[in-house]
């Protein structure tokens, strides 16, 4: 049962900080944050462009999600063997 609550602890985590991802990509490519390099070396470091920091969102967002079915799916398991 320690599984299932940390697994959907850190499909929590990995969903907020996914969509965190995504928003800051967005924000980057669309200009909210300033002129697209300053803002990308200051809120993606690392980043080649802003299509990375979204690209990696994306890719949180589908490990946050398949993690989160897991763990229900483990809940489920567990729970009828009880």
């Known amino acids: 049962m320690i599984f299932t609550n940390l ?3 850190v499909a929590w985590l ?3 900080a996914g969509a965190g991802q995504l928003l800051i990509g967005f ?3 669309t200009e909210v944050f300033g002129p ?3 803002a990308l070396a200051r809120y993606a470091p690392g980043a ?3 299509g990375d920091v979204i690209d990696r969102g ?3 967002l589908i490990f946050a999600i398949a ?3 897991l763990a229900e ?3 489920s398991v567990g729970g009828s063997r009880e």
């Open 58 to 60: 994306f890719f949180i």
């Open 36 to 38: 697209h390099e300053q």
């Open 7 to 9: 697994a959907k602890i």
């Open 14 to 16: 990995a969903l907020i």
């Open 73 to 75: 799916i483990s809940r």
């Open 67 to 69: 993690l989160g079915a």
């Open 48 to 50: 080649e462009n802003s």
């Open 27 to 29: 924000g980057v490519a």
